[in-house]
């Protein structure tokens, strides 16, 4: 892995702007840098959808979030409304610099509303999925 240098943090601050992310980490064989930026969106961003606001009014349901800042994609069998999913199954990818990392349902049970769509750009934390558990 190439270490980091200014260049690199440069570019993956700007592209964290851009798209309106709160943090950025990267890492490297030649260190660590963590940063966290201010909560505004970026102008050219859509408002919350109802989905998303939905979220925190809907306790009564789970939520599988992303792992990390990156873009959303799907897996073979993407995330769908009906489909069951199992904890510890990888239910999504979120590709950061160009690695595809996947993430794990922390949860049993049917999914019940996909919030995000595919090359979607997702933050730490966000809800990926509404999952009404078992």
């Known amino acids: 892995m190439a270490e980091?240098?200014?260049?690199?943090?440069r570019h993956a601050l700007g592209v964290a702007r851009k798209h309106g992310f709160a943090e950025v980490e990267l890492g490297a064989a030649g260190g660590r840098f963590e940063a966290k930026l201010s909560k505004s969106?970026?102008?050219?961003s859509k408002p919350l959808a109802p989905a998303q606001v939905q979220t925190e009014e809907a306790p009564?349901?789970?939520q599988i979030r992303s792992t990390l800042v990156g873009y959303y994609r799907p897996t073979k069998t993407p995330l769908?409304?009906?489909?069951?999913?199992?904890?510890?199954?990888?239910?999504?990818?979120?590709?950061?610099?160009?690695?595809?990392?996947?993430?794990?349902?922390?949860?049993?049970?049917?999914?019940?509303?996909?919030?995000?769509?595919?090359?979607?750009?997702?933050e730490y934390g966000q809800a990926l999925a509404l999952v009404r558990p078992e």
């Open 4 to 9: 980091l240098d200014s260049d690199l943090v």
């Open 41 to 44: 969106r970026p102008a050219s």
């Open 60 to 62: 009564e349901f789970g």
């Open 80 to 122: 769908a409304v009906g489909e069951r999913v199992q904890q510890g199954q990888v239910v999504a990818i979120v590709s950061a610099l160009g690695i595809a990392n996947e993430v794990e349902s922390t949860l049993s049970g049917e999914v019940v509303e996909v919030l995000v769509e595919p090359d979607q750009p997702v």
